[in-house]
C-alpha cells in the first residue's frame, strides 16, 4: 500500500501564488509516476501534471503549462505544484496520485493511489 498526503492549499488572489505538497508513504518506493489533478465542483477530474521519480521526465496539461512546475524530493518523498500567476479558474480540490507504471499517464483510472485533496480557492 502507498500513503499520499497533500498539503499547502489555501485561498489566494489571482496572480499570487501556492505550492503544494505531496508526501508518500508506505511502499512509495515502488511507484514510478506521481500526477497532479484537479476536480472542480461539477466538472470531471482534470490531468495537471506528472513526473516519473527516476528521472526527469515531466508532463504538463496546457492549461497550467508555463506557470505551474511539478518537482521531486527523491530523499524526503515528496512531490511538489509550484502554481504560479493562478487564476480563478485554478480553483479546485487539487490532487496527488500514484502508478506503479513508468509512463507519464494523463488517465486518472490509470493512477494506483490517491490522496484525500486539498482546496485551492483562487478569488479577490
Known amino acids: 500500500q502507498v500513503q499520499l498526503q497533500e498539503s499547502g492549499g489555501g485561498l489566494v488572489q489571482p496572480g499570487g501564488s501556492l505550492r503544494l505538497s505531496c508526501a508518500a508513504s508506505?511502499?512509495?518506493?515502488?511507484?514510478?509516476?506521481m500526477g497532479w489533478f484537479r476536480q472542480a465542483p461539477g466538472k470531471e477530474r482534470e490531468f495537471i501534471a506528472a513526473i516519473i521519480w527516476s528521472s526527469l521526465n515531466v508532463r504538463y496539461a496546457d492549461s497550467v503549462k508555463g506557470r505551474f512546475t511539478i518537482s521531486r524530493d527523491n530523499a524526503k518523498n515528496t512531490v511538489y505544484l509550484q502554481m504560479n500567476s493562478l487564476k480563478p479558474e485554478d480553483t479546485a480540490v487539487y490532487y496527488c496520485a500514484a502508478d506503479g507504471g513508468n509512463r507519464l499517464e494523463i488517465i486518472p483510472t490509470r493512477y494506483d493511489y490517491w490522496g484525500q485533496g486539498t482546496q485551492v480557492t483562487v478569488s479577490s
Open positions: 508506505g511502499r512509495a518506493r515502488s511507484m514510478y509516476t
